[in-house]
C-alpha cells in the first residue's frame, strides 16, 4: 500500500512538473529549484532544450546545478542577475492564500532568492501538500554557525521548539556552510507576522515562511491540475 501511495504522489508531481513547463518560453532565464518534485521538471526542460528550446537557468543549490548542467541546461550565477523570468520550485506546505513552508531539502536561502527575482514564481506539488493552515511541517531557519545558540534561544522565546538539523548523523550543513533550526512552532495562526519576527533575529540567513512571494501555485490531485493564483 505504501508503494502505491508513493507512486501516486510520484504521478502527481510529475503531472504538476509537466504543467509548469509549459509557461517557459523561448529565451527565458529559468529559476530552478530544489528537491524531488522539481527534479521532474529539471528533467523536463532538460529534455525541451535537447528539442530546441533556449533557456539560460539559475540554480538553488550544487546537487540542482550539477542535474541541470547534466541534461544541458546553461547555468548563470545567481549573484549576477538582476531578475529571472520564471522559477520552478516544490514546497513543503501550502495554503490557498499563497504563503508556503519551504527548506526541507535545506535550500531556503537560495529558493527565496529566485523566487524574489522572479517576475512568475510557480510553485508545484502534490495534494499531500496543501493545508489550511501552515505549521504541521517545521520551518526551517538558517544560521550563521556563530549566532547559533543566540538564535535558538530567540526561537524559543517565539514559542518555537527549536531542533539542529542532522542528517545521517551528521550535523546538517547548507550549501553556504551554515546550520538549520528546525522550529517547530504549531499550528501558525499569522504566518505573516511570525515571517517579520524571524527577520529581526540577528544570525538568521533566511527563513523557510515564503510569504507574498508566490505567483501561483500547481497542484496535481490524480489526474486533475488545480492552479492557485
Do not use: C, W
Not at 518555537?160 to 545521517?168: A, D, N, S, T, Y
Not at 540567513?205 to 512571494?213: E, K, W
Amino acid at each position: 500500500m505504501e508503494k502505491t501511495n508513493q507512486n501516486q504522489q510520484d504521478a502527481e508531481k510529475q503531472a504538476a512538473a509537466l504543467a509548469a513547463v509549459k509557461y517557459v518560453k523561448d529565451g527565458d532565464v529559468v529559476g530552478l529549484g530544489t528537491g524531488s518534485t522539481t527534479t521532474f521538471a529539471i528533467r523536463a526542460l532538460g529534455d525541451l532544450v535537447k528539442g530546441g528550446l533556449k533557456i539560460t537557468a539559475a540554480a538553488s543549490s550544487v546537487a540542482t546545478e550539477k542535474l541541470a548542467k547534466s541534461l544541458g541546461i546553461e547555468i548563470l550565477d545567481l549573484g549576477s542577475l538582476s531578475k529571472i523570468d520564471i522559477s520552478i520550485d516544490g514546497a513543503d506546505e501550502f495554503t490557498e492564500s499563497l504563503d508556503l513552508i519551504k527548506g526541507g531539502g535545506g535550500a531556503l536561502f537560495r529558493e527565496k532568492i529566485i523566487a524574489s527575482l522572479s517576475k512568475n514564481a510557480i510553485v508545484i506539488t502534490d495534494a499531500s501538500k496543501k493545508v489550511k493552515k501552515l505549521g504541521a511541517f517545521t520551518v526551517p531557519v538558517e544560521v550563521i554557525p556563530l549566532a547559533y545558540q543566540y538564535v535558538f534561544d530567540q526561537i524559543t522565546l517565539l514559542g518555537g521548539q527549536g531542533k539542529l538539523r542532522v542528517k545521517e548523523n551528521k550535523t546538517f550543513i547548507t550549501d553556504n556552510g551554515n546550520l538549520i533550526i528546525d522550529a517547530d512552532f504549531g499550528l501558525i495562526d499569522d504566518p505573516a507576522k511570525l515571517s517579520s519576527s524571524l527577520n529581526q533575529i540577528n544570525g538568521v540567513l533566511a527563513h523557510g515562511l515564503f510569504i507574498n512571494i508566490t505567483s501561483k501555485v500547481i497542484m496535481s490531485e490524480g489526474m486533475e491540475i488545480i492552479v492557485f493564483e
